[in-house]
């Protein structure tokens, strides 16, 4: 017992005069002290000679000196990982910085944006109005009294508690909104989305976004209407781009038309696109119906207008040959971190 005791001593000493400075030292330190072969569990092994009586008071000594070696182990070792934990910290702030994932526009936000800025160098301001909207906004107003067959020609969503609600089919009803004001002369776009009751597919589906426009003044012609638009066209697509007009029917203008852009994809020539045809059909247009302006309060003896409407999708799809209308609405991110460049 007595020697047991100078021999933990010693070792304690021995230990404590260890000072290990580094890795390698606090391995060895390890091995020697705390090691399977080390002199911690070989004195440990002196326990079977020591007489039975005092058994206890060696196990407590024994155990007292292991849990010194392991502390001063635990000890040395976190010196030395706290110093290659400083190493390790020390910054380099010349390095570049990671760079920040940065979200892109929608596609349709982006050709959005780029139809109204053109619009408002022409001097079109920008008007909006609801989503949800009254049977006279959207059609009565327009010239489609009720049970006009032309009101067939947009499939409509009806909200069931109020048979006069709908969701907006075409935002003509924020220019009725806007001439119904009676501020004139008038030069607005209205920009928003539109619902319609179609069968969902690759070139139809049941909301897409419109951007309509309306000039009321006196003596508006159909020629303005025409340079507005070719304006437009050529801002849009380029100078190389050609139109033409087809007469067509709606029943808020009069006469009616329908506007095709030379195809962008074979420059005219006929391909897949353009159905052979070498055109595409880009929007509706005309001179404002007198029972519009009637019906908002204008005197349509004094006032003329135009008026045209054009879809955001079809646009887009015709300016990044997209083929179908449902990947602008499905989210999904490989399609949309296509279009990161600004327009
Ligand atoms: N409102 C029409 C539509 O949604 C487009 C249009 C607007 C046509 C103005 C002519 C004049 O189909």
Known sequence: MEQLLSQIQQYKQEMLATKATNKDELEAFRIKYLGTKGLVKTIMGEMKNVAPEKK????????????????????????????????????????????LPLGGRHPISMVHNKIISIF?????????????EDDWHNFTALNLPENHPARDMQDTFYISQNPDWLLRTHTSSVQIREMEKGVLPLRIICPGRVYRNETISARAHCFFHQVEGLYIAENVSFADLKQTLYFFVQEMFGDKVKIRFRPSYFPFTEPSAEMDISCLICGGEGCSVCKRTGWVEILGCGMVHPNVLENCNIDSKKYTGFAFGMGIERITM???????????????LRFLKQFTSAI
């Not at 400083?86 to 390095?95: E, K």
């Not at 022409?122 to 109005?129: I, K, N, R």
């Open 56 to 99: 206890k008071e060696a196990g407590q000594l024994l155990n007292e000196f292991k849990i010194f070696a392991e502390e001063l182990y635990a000890g040395m070792s976190a010196a030395i990982d706290n110093t290659t934990t400083v190493q390790v910290q020390t910054i380099d702030s010349s390095l570049p910085g990671d760079p």
């Open 120 to 132: 408002q160098r022409l001097g079109f301001s920008v008007a909006e109005g609801p989503e949800i």
């Open 318 to 332: 015709l300016l990044y040959q997209v083929k179908d209308l449902r990947l602008f609405s499905e989210n999904d």
